[in-house]
């Protein structure tokens, strides 16, 4: 689109998450190290939690490519609406086992004696749980018991529990006080403040190819900071929309006014208003981006709920439609005997009714 317009390599601002574009602000380092230090000094356990789009996936999938050595298993848990039974059976399948025909008992069991055996052979084991907040009380139960397993002198599995701020208000919760215990390290990721957002976009557009220093002109960037939060996600939606719009009226440079039709075309009030609406409990106003993640998120995840219930039906409506074919031949031929039937009979009636008359 507008990458030779602007003398890009890359779009600087996509919502994926690119390790290659991370930038490390102060509060994403220091979350990034209490991951490594989880990790590396097998201190066991970690909880990180941050507002939606603050950049949390991120850094989990650069935690990810340092583990990519044959020390190292990873169990990386994305999708968490499960009950105790479907997390463990998540957990086995990660690791590489085949947990399906098992029952609770038998997946604990399982579980176990891998973590054992694969500690004993000086493997690294390491659970890491992204969207946290949506794990059951139960599920969250069963990984205090796993986080239990420990020799004289170091924690067996290493987890990493990264959500959303509910998270916390979930382990405050009195039945979790044994989890709580076991925690190491506990941050919360807040977003970037006025400078870092400045430095952040700098950053990106920099990674994505462009020599210019001037793309956005100095005063955009508080206004990027009004209407963004410092939130990340919300950085990259508007500054990808502003150089959009730039790139259709053949303007070289992000300025103002063209933030401002940014702006208008996305229908957003300031972040703090936004922001505020939320925590009253008022409807959101229009254009709001931030409630607009929050049900996509929750979309995707009831999508991704029930592609797994189909995949576990595939089997049985390939038979249904096997039998389906069979009856559907059968009363074919039915049919076809039927109207043979009907035409041997028909014939010697009209025969009779001719000679009567």
Same mark, same amino acid.
């Given at each position: 689109?507008?990458?030779?317009?602007?003398?890009?390599?890359?779009?600087?601002?996509?919502? +994926?998450?690119?390790?290659?574009?991370?930038?490390?602000?102060?509060?994403?380092?220091?979350?990034?190290?209490?991951?490594?230090?989880?990790? %590396?000094?097998?201190?066991?356990?970690?909880?990180? +939690?941050?507002?939606?789009?603050?950049?949390?996936?991120?850094?989990? !999938? !650069?935690?990810?490519?340092?583990?990519?050595?044959?020390?190292?298993?990873?169990?990386?848990?994305?999708? +968490?609406?499960?009950?105790?039974?479907?997390?463990?059976?998540?957990?086995?399948?990660?690791?590489?086992?085949?947990?399906?025909?098992?029952? @609770?008992?038998?997946?604990?069991?399982?579980?176990? &004696?891998?973590?054992?055996?694969?500690?004993?052979?000086?493997?690294?084991?390491?659970?890491?749980?992204?969207?946290?907040?949506?794990?059951?009380?139960? /599920?969250?139960?069963?990984?205090?018991?796993?986080?239990?397993?420990?020799?004289?002198?170091?924690?067996?599995?290493?987890? $990493?529990?990264?959500?959303?701020?509910? *998270?916390?208000?979930?382990?405050?919760?009195?039945?979790?006080?044994?989890?709580?215990?076991?925690?190491?390290?506990?941050?919360?990721?807040?977003?970037?403040?006025?400078?870092?957002? /400045?430095?952040?976009?700098?950053?990106?557009?920099?990674?994505?190819?462009?020599?210019?220093?001037?793309?956005?002109?100095?005063?955009?960037?508080?206004?990027?900071?009004?209407? &963004?939060?410092?939130?990340?996600?919300? $950085?990259? +939606?508007?500054?990808?929309?502003?150089?959009?719009?730039?790139?259709?009226?053949?303007?070289?440079?992000?300025?103002?006014?063209?933030? @401002?039709?940014?702006?208008?075309?996305?229908? %957003?009030?300031?972040?703090?208003?936004?922001?505020?609406?939320?925590?009253?409990?008022?409807?959101?106003?229009?254009?709001?981006?931030?409630?607009?993640?929050?049900?996509?998120?929750?979309? $995707?995840?009831?999508?991704?709920?029930?592609?797994?219930?189909?995949?576990?039906?595939?089997?049985?409506?390939? *038979?249904?439609?096997?039998?389906?074919?069979? $009856?559907?031949?059968?009363?074919?031929?039915?049919?076809?005997? *039927?109207?043979?039937? !009907?035409?041997?009979?028909?014939?010697?009636?009209? @025969?009779?009714?001719?000679?009567?008359?």
């Amino acid at each position: 689109m507008y990458l030779d317009f602007f003398n890009l390599r890359e779009f600087p601002f996509r919502l +994926t998450p690119d390790t290659e574009f991370l930038f490390m602000s102060h509060v994403h380092a220091r979350a990034k190290a209490y991951m490594d230090y989880s990790v %590396w000094n097998r201190e066991g356990f970690v909880v990180i +939690t941050g507002e939606i789009g603050c950049g949390k996936t991120i850094l989990l !999938k !650069k935690l990810l490519t340092e583990l990519e050595d044959e020390h190292f298993l990873v169990a990386k848990i994305f999708q +968490t609406q499960l009950d105790e039974v479907e997390f463990l059976q998540a957990v086995l399948v990660e690791f590489g086992l085949n947990p399906f025909n098992a029952k @609770k008992v038998e997946l604990i069991d399982m579980l176990n &004696t891998f973590l054992v055996d694969s500690y004993r052979e000086m493997k690294q084991l390491v659970l890491i749980v992204d969207d946290a907040h949506n794990l059951s009380q139960k /599920a969250l139960e069963e990984i205090r018991m796993l986080s239990g397993l420990e020799t004289q002198k170091e924690k067996v599995l290493h987890v $990493i529990l990264v959500g959303q701020p509910q *998270l916390n208000t979930m382990l405050d919760a009195p039945e979790l006080e044994q989890l709580v215990q076991r925690v190491r390290l506990r941050f919360h990721l807040r977003p970037l403040g006025a400078d870092e957002t /400045a430095e952040y976009i700098a950053h990106r557009l920099k990674v994505a190819g462009t020599t210019r220093t001037d793309l956005f002109t100095p005063e955009t960037m508080s206004v990027i900071y009004k209407y &963004t939060g410092g939130v990340p996600r919300l $950085i990259n +939606t508007l500054c990808d929309t502003a150089l959009t719009v730039a790139y259709a009226d053949d303007l070289p440079t992000v300025t103002i006014n063209v933030l @401002k039709e940014a702006l208008d075309e996305l229908q %957003w009030q300031p972040y703090e208003r936004r922001a505020s609406s939320n925590r009253t409990g008022k409807p959101a106003p229009k254009g709001d981006h931030s409630q607009t993640v929050r049900e996509q998120d929750k979309l $995707i995840a009831g999508i991704g709920n029930r592609l797994n219930q189909m995949d576990s039906l595939v089997p049985s409506l390939s *038979l249904i439609s096997d039998r389906m074919a069979s $009856i559907e031949a059968l009363l074919t031929n039915i049919v076809a005997l *039927l109207r043979q039937g !009907k035409t041997e009979h028909e014939i010697p009636s009209r @025969k009779s009714s001719g000679k009567e008359r």
